[in-house]
């Protein structure tokens, strides 16, 4: 049974630092596409950042160079350390899991991915 859990949102000024974890298990496979989205009040969810196997990341333009996606396999975890907040990064953030190897021009469309987690919010004032 796969299961993602997600820490960390909190409310923050902006200019805060944030750090999401998003610990997951269940899975058998050793090559996974991770990504975090996020979704905002009235708002449709949108990608945030990805990562893959071989630790190839990409961004939103929203995000990049304030945003960084990291993964530990070790620990079967992965992260979204957010730098430099601003209030429209406010949302629902939420991790998602894909296993195998996922096409690049598919790591930050939703419906790659079929196992999410619950969510975390993230408000910044």
């Known amino acids: 049974h796969v299961q993602l859990v997600e820490s960390g949102g909190d409310s923050v000024q902006a200019g805060g630092s944030l750090r999401l974890s998003c610990e997951y298990s269940?899975?058998?496979?050793?090559?996974?596409?991770v990504a975090w989205f996020r979704q905002a009040p009235g708002k449709v969810r949108e990608a945030v950042a990805a990562?893959?196997?071989?630790?190839?990341?990409t961004y939103a333009d929203s995000v990049k160079g304030r945003f960084t996606i990291l993964k530990d396999s070790a620990k079967d975890a992965f992260y979204l350390q957010m730098n430099d907040l601003k209030p429209e990064d406010t949302a629902m953030y939420y991790c998602?899991?894909?296993?195998?190897?996922?096409?690049?021009?598919?790591?930050?469309?939703?419906?790659?991915?079929?196992?999410w987690g619950q969510g975390t919010q993230v408000t910044v004032s």
């Open positions: 990562i893959d196997s071989d630790h190839s990341a």
């Open positions: 998602a899991v894909e296993t195998g190897r996922i096409r690049p021009d598919g790591w930050l469309l939703e419906s790659t991915y079929r196992n």
């Open positions: 269940g899975y058998r496979y050793s090559r996974l596409c």
